[in-house]
């Protein structure tokens, strides 16, 4: 029953096709809305997928070393100095953990909102670009 309500949701996923973001704030705010829709998935992964390796691969491949790789590819094409694959980790990994946190607790007052954590992500990676280390 597990392994058919996740492929179902990858199924899911995959069969939405996302417009391609114009911007850096619309990538973010696209990423922040599909792990919304996953946040079941979610849940599951994070409290019953680590006794199923066979299931949590292709979740773990498909939502985040998928999106990894885009974005180190990109952030590789565009500042050729830039060590993409880690960027992109903690790029993408900042947007994942603020959703990870979020379905774990909840929304809470104490954290930063959604628009502030947007507008950190695209100042952050624009800097990357823009000096390369």
Same mark, same amino acid.
């Given at each position: 029953? =597990? $392994?058919? &309500?996740?492929?179902?949701? %990858? #199924?899911?996923? *995959? @069969? ?7 911007? =850096? $704030?619309? &990538?973010?705010?696209?990423? %922040? #809305?599909?792990? *919304? @829709? ?7 992964? =994070? ?87």
């Amino acid at each position: 029953m =597990l $392994e058919a &309500a996740v492929e179902g949701v %990858l #199924a899911r996923a *995959d @069969e939405q096709l996302r417009p391609e973001p114009r911007n =850096l $704030e619309e &990538a973010a705010r696209l990423a %922040l #809305a599909g792990m *919304d @829709e996953l946040r079941d998935l979610t849940r599951i992964v =994070l409290r019953d997928l680590d006794q199923f390796p066979d299931l949590l691969m292709p979740v773990v491949d498909r939502l985040l070393e998928g999106p990894i790789r885009t974005v180190a590819t990109r952030m590789s094409g565009a500042a050729p100095g830039i060590d993409g694959d880690a960027m992109a980790t903690l790029l993408i990994g900042g947007l994942v953990n603020f959703k990870v946190l979020e379905a774990l607790g909840g929304k809470r007052r104490s954290t930063v909102d959604e628009d502030r954590l947007v507008e950190a992500w695209t100042r952050l990676y624009r800097l990357a670009l823009e000096s390369p280390i």
